[in-house]
Nanobody, 119 residues
Framework: QVQLVESGGGLVQAGGSLRLSCAAS?????MGWFRQAPGKEREFVAA????????VYADSVKGRFAISRDRAKNTVYLQMNSPKVEDTAVYYC???????????????WGQGTQVTVSS
């Protein structure tokens, strides 16, 4: 059984920075982040493999967000630099067996953490 606990969400100004964290318990392989804005479907944000040597990003965040993981702490991070108002959403930490952009491919989800970007 995998349990995920996210933290770090909140209010940030556009152009600022914010870091999300997700601590995991249980057997972990691939970790990632999705987000869901009001009235929109959940969308893939970023993912990282077990060793941290492979990362994938959505085009909308590439160059601004960075995903990383600390294997010793079983924790994944999402560094959000220069966030935009359109990045406002609930961010979910996910765990799965392979990096995929489809939500259904991920077996475990955190409870979500709200990120609000103000202009």
């Amino acid at each position: 059984q995998v349990q995920l606990v996210e933290s770090g969400g909140g209010l940030v100004q556009a152009g600022g920075s914010l870091r999300l964290s997700c601590a995991a318990s249980g057997r972990i392989y691939v970790m990632g982040w999705f987000r869901q804005a009001p009235g929109k479907e959940r969308e893939f944000v970023a993912a990282i493999n077990w060793s941290g040597t492979s990362t994938v990003y959505a085009d909308s965040v590439k160059g601004r967000f960075a995903i990383s993981r600390d294997r010793a702490k079983n924790t994944v991070y999402l560094q959000m630099n220069s966030p935009k108002v359109e990045d406002t959403a609930v961010y979910y930490c996910v765990v799965g067996d392979t990096i995929r952009e489809e939500p259904a491919a991920w077996g475990y989800w955190g409870q979500g953490t709200q990120v609000t970007v103000s202009s």
